[in-house]
């Protein structure tokens, strides 16, 4: 527990399992956990007919004709940093589309109360970004979990932490500015994955609020998925999500992965991309600057036409 920040220069972690599902899920909900619920026949969730549920339909933008605002303000100096063409998109889950990476650092810190331990802002940046299991070896690891609780796995760590996530799953939103940026990626013809360390169930629990903008995306990789060997900060999703465009690019320089983590930026590097970064609290702007292309705040600050994509339209924004 007394690793420092600069842990994090080396590697995250190691030997991360290469898959790993659980039968009976807790997240077998009867009843659905979404502020508005959708329409259901049987098993199939519908939406369809709701008017402006994140459909990216274009609205103008009344009494608004100046460009959308970005951390240059319009104005930037003589040194700044080339970025190469992007072609292609792929976006993490949590913390970028979904506001659920702090979430999964509620539900950590519940769970540890348990043993009477401490989530301290080092473990959350090395514990973001992983799997379950990832993160539970981490966890169990630097925190001596297995002193509290005699032979306690992985698996058993990971349960109490999907027990404790199933409470919180109520609170999901999107994050700022993303349903625009995905619309607009889509209405432009570049094509967008998304790529997560989540299992296929706690996908699925995540996005069921929003399967209209999850339709956006060309495919979405998990680390369930049977050609991820390792999980981030390996390379293999990133590289198995570039290798499911139907006609994926050249070069991985020029995809876009766009993360809220030092094990998502890395990663995205080891496999060759560029990276946009939007740092989860509580990782410093020191370390993200030196883990990315390009660090944001939010998503409205990223300037596409660095990594030449199409602007914004001036006054639209999606519903």
């Not at 190469?84 to 913390?95: K, Y």
């Not at 509290?148 to 999107?174: N, S």
């Amino acid at each position: 527990m007394h690793r420092t920040i600069a842990k994090l220069r080396g590697s995250l972690i190691s030997g991360i399992p290469r898959r790993w599902n659980s039968s009976g899920d807790l997240y077998g909900d009867e009843k659905d956990l979404c502020k508005k619920p959708p329409k259901k026949i049987g098993n199939l969730v519908i939406d369809e007919e709701e008017e402006g549920i994140y459909t990216c339909r274009p609205r103008n933008r009344k009494g608004q004709e100046k460009k959308r605002p970005n951390c240059w303000s319009g104005k930037k100096g003589l040194l700044v940093k080339k970025h190469s063409p992007v072609t292609h998109v792929i976006f993490n889950l949590d913390g970028v589309v979904l506001d659920s990476e702090k979430l999964n650092h509620e539900a950590h810190a519940m769970y540890l109360s348990r043993f009477k331990k401490p989530f301290p802002n080092e473990l959350k940046m090395l514990t973001s970004g992983l799997s379950e299991h990832g993160a539970a070896r981490v966890l169990i690891r630097e925190l001596n979990l297995n002193e509290a609780l005699p032979g306690i796995t992985e698996a058993v760590y990971a349960q109490g932490f999907r027990q404790r996530f199933r409470g919180l799953i109520k609170r999901i939103k999107l994050m700022p500015g993303v349903n625009d940026l995905i619309c607009h990626l889509h209405h432009s013809k570049v094509p967008i994955a998304l790529a997560s360390s989540n299992t296929e169930t706690m996908f699925n629990l995540k996005a069921r609020c929003y399967p209209n903008l999850m339709d956006r995306f060309c495919h979405v990789t998990l680390r369930t998925d049977p050609e991820v060997t390792k999980g981030k900060p390996y390379p293999d999703i990133m590289k198995v999500s570039i290798r499911k465009f139907k006609h994926p690019p050249a070069n991985p320089q020029s995809v876009l992965a766009i993360e809220d983590s030092i094990a998502g930026a890395r990663a995205a590097k080891a496999a060759g991309m560029q990276v946009l970064m939007i740092p989860s609290r509580p990782i410093p702007a020191d370390i993200a600057t030196q883990e990315a292309d390009m660090v944001v705040q939010k998503l409205a600050d990223a300037d596409l036409a660095d990594f030449s994509l199409p602007a914004y339209p001036q006054g639209v924004y999606y519903s």
